[in-house]
């Protein structure tokens, strides 16, 4: 799901069922950090291949929600800016240059005169303000772009985004393929043409994809950085079972595999594992509206019931540390907040809180995603906690287009997803929340849209603060969500890639991979 259930150049929120994420393409150069071997300098040609855990959902970057998408977008497409690899600083892209005027309530944006789409049409002004309408109206992710009330074009190179209040989160959001640059009218296409296979501003062009299987990428040779990408083509591969990945990574057929399963770190050559900063957290989401746990009172006994650190040992195999926020805690602006009881673990006031319920003793079934992303063991470790504090549960591992089918219609009783954040600014998860009715839920998603209004509206990193915090303590008072752990974000990259950079939001781009001499 866009925040993700679970990549390292961010070249650019989705959901761990895969999971969910953001970022923009990267620059810099850095050698691997997987790899103490000595660097070669970076040469042009080859090919790398990658594994996928799931197929993408879609090429819409408006409608996707499997984090898998979001490993795939940077590659084909490319924002007005991008992030560095550490996610803290904002450098130009499809735009050499922009201005904001806070009094005005503008942001001006000069293109670059190298910004072209793969079929070597240059970008102009005009592609930017028919972006800008899908980015606006897009169902899940609209309300990241709720400041922007116009857009002008005053000639083929300047686009000014005129705002109903200045906004210092929009250029972060700017960076992220959810604001990905399109041709104006998809190019004389229509759209179900264009999205079936899409031409973008990104290092790479799509030239064959299997659907659910595989994705062939070759450069771009009109891409906007010169020199880049190095790599002449990049193969992505769908490979949901762990064992199947390993396997294939031991024996040189991948590459690099996205995503490690946490428990299946230590199989790999330790040197290979690159570990980046995470911006997800796993949670536990609750059908609020039918079932068993419509009723407050169960939903408190299972946040009760959880033994946190016991869990993040067992079920995240020491590869995680125990959630003190429902937003990823790594994002900036967001923080503990004083008034909630996230990772409190009380089993007597659970048992409780069960005989006071109208729970009847039933089963209670938990969807995990099963190909890929933190979840199966970590529901295995829950399970015996719940059932000390009388509730029974039963696991149920799914592939991750059915879990986020199921969790969209409301079709479960309790689930176990990874969502990430795209970009370092708070509207990125509260919109996700906002959008999803809080993790699919089916919660009332008010409190998040008023908290991101809040966020969009801030004057000063405090007000920000205050915002999160208010949506937090509301947030714990319903536990229509429960935080769990914030699991490490872990990729297996063999010694013959250079140039891979782990990023703390998980997308990476891969224009500056290239093969070790």
Request: aromatic share 6%; with cysteine; net charge neutral.
């Amino acid at each position: 799901m866009r925040k993700s259930t679970a990549g390292t150049t961010a070249c650019g929120t989705a959901l761990m069922a895969t999971a969910l994420l953001l970022s923009g393409c990267s620059s810099g150069g850095t050698d691997s950090a997987a790899s103490g071997t000595a660097s070669s300098p970076a040469k042009r040609g080859g090919s790398l291949s990658m594994s996928l855990s799931s197929a993408i959902d879609t090429w819409n970057p408006q409608k996707a929600l499997a984090t898998q998408s979001y490993r795939v977008f940077p590659q084909v497409y490319a924002s007005l800016l991008r992030s560095t690899p550490d996610g803290k600083t904002l450098q130009p892209a499809l735009a050499s240059s922009y201005k904001a005027d806070p009094k005005a309530r503008t942001l001006k944006f000069t293109l670059s005169p190298d910004a072209k789409f793969s079929d070597g049409r240059p970008v102009t002004s005009a592609d930017v303000k028919f972006s800008e309408g899908l980015w606006s109206k897009g169902e899940l992710y609209g309300s990241y772009f709720s400041s922007i009330k116009s857009v002008d074009t005053p000639s083929r190179n300047t686009v000014v985004f005129h705002l109903s209040e200045p906004d210092e989160t929009l250029p972060a959001v700017l960076s992220t393929a959810n604001a990905a640059i399109f041709p104006d009218k998809y190019g004389g296409r229509s759209a179900a043409a264009y999205w079936k296979k899409p031409v973008g501003a990104g290092p790479f062009v799509i030239s064959g994809e299997t659907v659910g299987r595989s994705i062939a990428l070759t450069r771009n040779p009109h891409y906007y950085r010169s020199g880049l990408p190095y790599l002449d083509k990049v193969d992505y591969k769908v490979v949901a079972d762990r064992g199947q990945q390993l396997l294939q990574f031991q024996s040189g057929s991948l590459d690099v595999v996205n995503g490690v399963e946490l428990e299946a770190a230590a199989q790999y050559p330790k040197n290979s594992i690159v570990r980046a900063p995470s911006t997800g957290v796993s949670v536990l989401t609750m059908n609020t509206k039918s079932g068993p746990l419509a009723d407050v009172r169960l939903r408190k006994a299972i946040a009760l019931a959880v033994d946190y650190r016991k869990l993040v040992r067992g079920g995240y195999v020491g590869e995680a540390g125990v959630a003190t926020s429902l937003l990823p805690q790594q994002v900036p602006g967001v923080a503990k907040c004083p008034k909630c009881t996230w990772s409190t673990t009380d089993v007597d006031a659970a048992k409780k809180l069960v005989d006071a319920s109208d729970y009847d003793g039933r089963t209670i079934e938990l969807i995990v995603p099963s190909d890929g992303g933190p979840g199966k063991l970590a529901a295995q470790a829950l399970t015996p906690m719940l059932a000390e504090a009388g509730i029974k549960a039963t696991v149920s591992p799914l592939p991750t287009s059915s879990l986020i089918d199921d969790l969209s219609k409301g079709s479960f009783q309790l689930g176990m997803v990874t969502y990430s954040a795209l970009a370092p600014t708070p509207i990125d998860p509260l919109g996700f929340l906002g959008a999803t009715g809080v993790v699919f839920s089916q919660s009332d998603p008010g409190p998040a849209n008023k908290a991101l209004a809040a966020v969009h509206a801030a004057s000063d990193t405090s007000e920000v603060s205050a915002a999160v915090q208010d949506f937090e303590a509301t947030a714990n008072a319903t536990h229509a969500v429960l935080p769990l752990a914030v699991p490490n974000a872990l990729d297996a990259v063999s010694d013959r890639v250079q140039g891979f950079v782990p990023a703390p939001y998980q997308a990476y781009c891969a224009d500056e991979l290239n093969i070790r001499s």
